[in-house]
């Protein structure tokens, strides 16, 4: 696993040999990964909801995602059966900081934008989601903090129609990556390289090299 500055996890790796067609499935996949949009989880609890989102950042290309834990501690593992091994081929970040979190997006993102019901909240729909775009879901029980939305540029609700105004946390993501997916391959980002050439042929060298589950 791609492990960031502020990254930890306790995944064995077995080294298994370079293949024509493993080389060629590792490339396929690297050249789809996008370096625009990013994923912040702010004091999420439960690992499996964790492992879910990485599931489905490794599915529609997001290479890297932002733990940040200032309300509990910090994780060391990743429910295992949610993420089907995903968080091996991700670059996660994790913090305890956030202003030292949002200094690190600032850096790399254009826009950061947080899921929050209120009066000034935008649909998913009407976001552009080609720009360089951070989304930050918040914790299963409370949402996002008020201190996080104030570091923010905007919140925004996906639309539901239902008795019960809210998703499960992974669901939220889930369809909030596909939206992204969906500009995103319109706009033709996945038909070219997105990730700098030095991190491609990082991870190009280090999933050569053999992971707990073949690419």
Request: glycine share 6%; hydrophobic share 35%; charged share 25%.
């Amino acid at each position: 696993m791609t492990v960031g500055s502020y990254g930890l996890c306790n995944f064995s790796v077995h080294y298994t040999p370079m293949t024509p067609e493993r080389e060629e499935r590792i490339r396929q996949v690297l050249d789809k990964r996008q370096d625009g949009i990013t994923v912040v989880l702010e004091n999420v609890f439960d690992p499996h909801n964790i492992s879910a989102v990485m599931r489905t950042c490794d599915a529609v290309g997001v290479q890297e995602i932002y733990v940040l834990n200032t309300r509990i501690p910090r994780h060391k593992k990743w429910g295992a059966k949610s993420s089907s091994s995903a968080a091996n081929w991700l670059t996660i970040h994790q913090y305890t900081d956030a202003a030292e979190c949002f200094q690190r997006l600032r850096s790399k993102y254009e826009r950061i934008f947080t899921t929050h019901l209120d009066s000034e909240a935008v649909s998913l729909y009407d976001i552009n989601l080609t720009q360089r775009v951070a989304l930050v879901f918040g914790n299963e029980h409370t949402g996002v903090s008020e201190d996080i939305r104030a570091l923010s540029d905007g919140n925004f609700i996906i639309p539901q129609v239902g008795i019960i105004k809210s998703l499960n946390i992974s669901v939220a993501c889930a369809v909030g990556l596909y939206e992204a997916y969906r500009q995103k391959e319109a706009a033709g980002h996945y038909a070219q390289r997105s990730l700098p050439e030095m991190q491609y042929r990082e991870l190009a060298k280090e999933w050569g090299r053999g992971q707990t589950t073949d690419p």
